[in-house]
């Protein structure tokens, strides 16, 4: 009878600790259901915020349970002594790099210079983001490789981000002191005109020794062709210069070959003419594969969250409306639904690919 009585005296000095553990890990489920498990259509980078917030109430819930659970003051302290130098030594070993990261995270969060899809230059690498997570920045390059940035390299170093809205592209090529700057100026216009670049200008970078560097500019607004672009004008600048009986060689242009003092170096066109390629073929369709679906995925997210927020606005709408409008206001929640649930089948496909690839 005794032991029976030590027993249940036991057992009822556990139940609170039980009753708090049952709280504590339905409320665990919950969080995790709502955080996690309802939202499989979120990407890597949207559900890195969910997954740390589940880990911080984990980690609350278990500092509960060990507070209430049945032991000696003494032991409690001793466990809660052990529990802090261990987590001290962590976080003095790893947080150096991986707090500066998170934190650099947030700030470029914060700063929203550049997202998925654009284009970012970082010291010597240039390429398309793919990828901004709560630790690095993805990159792809033009040679289609993957770059990743720490963020906090990101934060530490000049970012070069290219705007949406257009930009500046342009070259420079040398000629010589003995032809007219005005004919120059034609031709480079002309070439940047042909190119396809609008508002062009042409400037005057440096009179050298020995030859004039001009410099042709024009604004460009599709800038997912940017590489295209650049080579475009490249070509137009040589071919209108070479159509204006312009030779492109230093005046120290030295040949071995007897010519003619009249005799220009200007290559002969015995090519046909170039063929046009369609506006939606380019390199940039290949180079930047994987940045492209990235921008289309956070393309996709955000109609997909304006949708969820416009289908609540007439569900509140509905409950407060007439009921001779809630047959028109049906239909629209109808076709708002179908609409959710198409984008949410193309958000979840498409993650599918990414995790195969």
């Known amino acids: 009878m005794d032991i029976l009585r030590e027993l249940s005296a036991s057992l009822r000095d556990y139940v609170p600790f039980l009753l708090v553990a049952a709280l504590i890990c339905t409320g665990l489920w919950a969080a995790n259901y709502v955080l996690l498990v309802r939202r499989k259509d979120l990407g890597a980078e949207a559900q890195r915020p969910r997954q740390i917030a589940m880990l911080v109430l984990t980690a609350l819930g278990l500092f509960v349970l060990l507070l209430i659970v049945p032991m000696s003051d003494a032991t409690r302290g001793s466990v809660l002594s052990l529990i802090g130098l ?17 934190m650099s995270g947030l700030m470029l969060r914060g700063i929203k210079s550049f997202g998925a899809g654009d284009f970012i230059g970082v010291g010597e690498q240039f390429g398309r983001v793919t990828e901004r997570a709560l630790l690095h920045t993805e990159i792809q390059n033009e040679d289609r490789s993957l770059t990743t940035f ?38 480079l216009l002309r070439a940047a005109e042909a190119s396809g670049l ?11 020794d020995f030859s004039v560097t001009y410099q ?15 080579s475009d004008l490249q070509k137009m600048v040589l071919d ?15 040949n071995q070959r007897q010519l003619a003092p009249d005799l220009k170096v200007i290559p002969k066109r015995r090519r046909k003419a170039e063929p046009e390629h369609p ?15 990235a921008e289309e995925q956070e393309r996709l997210k955000q109609s997909h969250a304006a949708l969820l927020k416009e289908l609540v606005g007439l569900t509140e709408e509905r409950k407060k409306a007439e009921e001779s409008l809630h047959a028109g206001l049906d ?10 649930d198409e984008l949410a089948a193309v958000l979840n ?3 599918a690919v990414e995790e195969k690839e």
Not at 86 to 102: C, K, M, P, R
Not at 240 to 252: K, Q, R, T, W, Y
Not at 279 to 293: C, G, L, M, T, V
């Open 216 to 230: 042709i500019c024009g604004h460009y607004e599709e800038i997912r062709r940017l590489f295209t672009a650049r």
């Open 86 to 102: 261990v987590l001290t030594g962590v976080i003095a070993l790893s947080s150096t790099s991986f707090v500066a990261n998170i």
């Open 331 to 340: 239909r629209k929640i109808t076709r708002l639904h179908a609409k959710v």
């Open 198 to 208: 609008t508002e062009p200008f042409v400037r005057v970078l440096a009179l050298g």
């Open 150 to 187: 720490p963020n906090s390299y990101l934060v530490n170093n000049p970012v070069h981000v290219v705007r949406r809205s257009g930009t500046v592209i342009s070259t420079t090529v040398s000629l010589g002191y003995d032809l007219d700057r005005v004919q120059v100026e034609e031709l």
């Open 279 to 293: 506006p939606d073929e380019a390199p940039e369709d290949r180079i930047f594969d994987k940045a492209e679906q």
């Open 240 to 254: 209108a210069l070479h159509g204006g009986d312009v030779e492109i060689v230093s005046p120290s242009f030295m």
């Open 349 to 351: 496909q498409n993650k």
